[in-house]
């Protein structure tokens, strides 16, 4: 994961504050319950993009013309893998 547990926790106040804030979303319960679900969510969503990761990194390690980790060519087939792996997961549309 690209973030620490209380970073996450810091942005998920954050947007708490800024959506109920704001009068976008109305919450009537705790604001710690909100905070908390936002930063699950988010949790979550970064521990499925980790899979992803892993998974095209494993998918280019198979190939059987890998280019070298860090080059451009790399980083380009990584990006195309994971677009596709994503759309497959309807992670993104």
């Known amino acids: 994961m690209r973030m620490s547990e209380d970073r996450v926790q810091f942005i998920a106040r954050q947007i708490a ?4 804030g704001k ?3 109305k919450f ?3 604001a710690i319950v909100l905070e908390s679900e936002i930063g699950r969510v988010l949790l979550e969503d970064l521990r499925i ?6 998974e095209v990194v494993d998918m280019i390690d ?5 280019p070298p980790q860090g080059s451009a060519e790399w980083q380009a087939l ?16």
Do not use: C, H, P, W
């Open 49 to 54: 993009e980790d899979e992803i990761d892993r």
């Open 23 to 25: 009068d976008l979303v």
């Open 28 to 30: 009537s319960g705790s």
């Open 17 to 20: 504050a800024e959506i109920t």
């Open 62 to 66: 198979r190939m059987q013309r890998k």
């Open 78 to 93: 990584f990006m195309a893998k994971k677009e596709e792996i994503a759309r497959r997961r309807n992670y993104i549309f």
